[in-house]
């Protein structure tokens, strides 16, 4: 620590009145507990033959621990989950989705984890889409640190994603996708992962 005050991994000040405190964006504010918080909207998306499409990645801190998670990210200043949604698929894969393929949320997600020096704490809504499995992918709209820390975008079958041995988020993700297959029976299930170091 210096008289400024600690130094992010970018390198940032966190003196007062320097901008951010924190490495993550600027969708997080620091709760009075010290834990900074963010909601999110995240999007499970699948394909023709129920494949589900993933992102890996890593933590600044732990290059060699990587893990697999749905799509998706903070909300902006005033934004709508819905909105957000679309706008981190498509930031983040691509992919432009019509406000009407969106399904649910399906689950609400709340969860505590360390991520980029940090410890955080996210509620999330989480909806479900169909989009081609031969899509393709651009990485045009990524942050800087998602292109740092994210590593690949690949398609699982759920059989497969069944075996994956790095860990896979949310929890259970192959178990809560199974009853969704045949369609979504309106009710919205809420994951409860606070107790979790996770994504």
Known sequence: ?????PVSPAGRSHADGGGPVHALGPEWTRGEDGILFRQAARVILLDEVDRVLLMRGHDADL???????????????GEGVRDAALREVAEETGLVLAPDSLVGPVFTRSAVFDFVFEHCRQDEAIFLARVAGDATFSRDGWTALES??????RWFG?????????????????????PLLAGWDGVTRHLDETRLTDR
Do not use: H, N
């Open 158 to 178: 759920l059989d497969e994603l069944a075996q994956v041995e790095i860990e896979v988020f949310p929890s259970g993700l192959v178990d809560l996708l199974r």
């Open 1 to 5: 620590m210096t008289a400024a005050g």
């Open 63 to 77: 290059p060699s621990r990587s893990w697999w998670f749905t799509i998706g990210g903070g909300l902006d200043a």
């Open 148 to 153: 740092d820390l994210i590593e690949e975008l």
